[in-house]
């Protein structure tokens, strides 16, 4: 997953594309095993299909969106500018079906 800061993200919303942007934090293991489903999940979706960034690198989205945990996967559909956010990565099926749902 490639790491993008908070002018990247914005730049991605305003120029409407669809990506999923995964919000960590790096002592977190919770984040890391996410992090290993959203890997296998990649290889199924078009490249930068996901993102990552570090919470504490985009202090004015998690306000924005008040995100109120991590790990936490922004869904940008390309049209709307607020993002679908999942809390609870049940499984890399689950992952699949809701990013693939913005992709096509």
Avoid: D
Avoid at 10 to 27: D, H, N, Q, S
Wanted: glycine share 4%; net charge negative; charged share 25%.
């Amino acid at each position: 997953m490639k790491e993008i800061g908070q002018k990247e993200v914005r730049r991605a919303i305003w120029e409407g594309c669809k990506l999923a942007l995964f919000v960590y934090t790096p002592m977190c293991g919770t984040c890391a095993a996410a992090r290993k489903m959203l890997e296998v999940a990649e290889y199924l979706l078009p490249e930068e299909a996901v993102v990552q960034s570090n919470i504490n690198y985009i202090p004015e989205l998690v306000q924005e969106y008040r995100i109120s945990s991590v790990p936490a996967l922004l869904i940008y559909n390309g049209e709307n500018k607020n993002p679908e956010i999942i809390y609870k990565m049940e499984s890399v099926e689950h992952l699949l079906s809701k990013i693939r749902s913005v992709m096509e």
